[in-house]
């Protein structure tokens, strides 16, 4: 079903898709539509149609409807991250973390409604009032990956809506259960008919077709570099505003002056933590040649420590991958990145359950890298490998590595040092940069965006969020003719 204007509707065409969990696919999650282009432009009308009524509401009414919607997402939480689980696989612990956070991230955005926008300028005529206004748009398009449903979907919703606009929201199909709780709260919170609509699929002549769509004035995209890309262009031939999102190649760098039993757990969060699934997972260590052996060590010990399973099972730290695709991707990135001089250092957990079921599971890997090029330095892994550089110098290192790699999204460096801590944030090409911390970015209250091929212009999140979904516009007002 999609949501357009209110009302759960039936797909203009007869294509449908199924989704299994991939812990466990024999258990089928459902069959859903897969919508058309028909569809793409009737919520798009739909989204149209609210826009004046929803942006001329007071902005208290706008940041009630955001709260309310947040405290649904906060009451909902257990059920919700139930279904996240099932249908992405994560763990249930992270799954309950995603939404307590987006619920969160909504909170916060439903403040920014009140906030200060626009500002009053001095003017060089006598007697002139001069001031920038901070206006909606339109109907913004929402496209989301897969691995974040709500959370990503989150930062999206809050100030596109907070704003004045209104949504069309094209979820990834991996997680349509998901979707359909998050506009659930969304309605039950009072948001008026068209304000927020919901188009099912994963085709992409459907993505093409919203994003082409003249109704849509601007498009937040978050997903891959090469779909990202595409978005771009096609709302370029249109003039519309485009916030692209996508890929990463993340370093974490360890000095040798860190403590490198807790430099071994950061970077198993880093780079296995939701399965390597995470734009900003750290695929790339880099390790000070002399503490290789000790980091090595220590890493066999925390994988000795994890449980690769089905995300539903408690104690379950690595779920499976999304589906048999990714599975075959991963599987090929190994083979490959072995051909090419690639070493299997560490392989595996020291536990499992319920992989017995033909889950899409791929246990972590830890491969040591030739010095020269290699698959794994090139591409995006999206699985729990840990690619391991061992280098004299981790600083120039990171920073070659993420510089060839074109994109730019997340690093971090572990250090005792303060001044190697400055010289790595001051020179890596990255728009998220950590220290002594994974190569997360939970921050909703802070910019998050990429650089190169990471992420375009608009970061989103953060307290100049609304930027993107707003124009300016300037006022002089004289006070009398
Ligand atoms: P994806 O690019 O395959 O799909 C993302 C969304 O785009 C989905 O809703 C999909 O249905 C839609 N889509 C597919 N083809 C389209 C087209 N031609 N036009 C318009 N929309 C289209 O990504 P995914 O596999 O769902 O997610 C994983 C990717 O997302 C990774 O590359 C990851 O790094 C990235 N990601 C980035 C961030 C970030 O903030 N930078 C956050 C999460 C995920």
Known sequence: MNYIAGHWVSCTGDRTYER?????????????PDSTPADAHRAAVSASDAFPEWSELPANARSEVIAAAAGLLRERQDKIAAVLTAEEGKPLTRARGEVGRAAEALSYFALSALRPSGETLPSTRPGVALSVRAEPIGPFLAITPFNFPVFVTALKLGPALASGNTVVWKPSPFTPLTSIAVIEAFADAGLPPGALNLVMGGSAELGQSLVDEPEIAGISFTGSTAVGLDVGRRAAARHA???????GKNVLAVAPDCDVRRAAEIACESSFGE???KCTAASLVVVDKRCGDTFLAEVDAVMSRMNVGDGAEPGTDI???????ALGRANELIGR???????????????SSGTDQGGYFFAPVVARLPAGDNVLKRQETF???MALVLADDVLTESVTLVRDSHMGLSASILTDSLPVAHEFARRIPAGLVSINLPTTGVEYQAPFGGWNYSGGPFPEAGPRACEFYTRTKTVAVCDGA
Do not use: H, Y
């Open 383 to 385: 699985a729990p490998i």
């Open 319 to 325: 779920g499976p991958l999304v589906d048999q695709r």
């Open 275 to 277: 399965s390597g699934q």
């Open 20 to 32: 299994e969990n991939p812990a466990a696919p024999a258990r089928l999650i459902g069959q859903f």
């Open 337 to 351: 990145a072995t051909r090419e001089g690639a070493i299997i250092e560490l392989e595996g957990c020291g536990n």
């Open 241 to 247: 505003r485009v916030q692209q999102e996508m890929g």
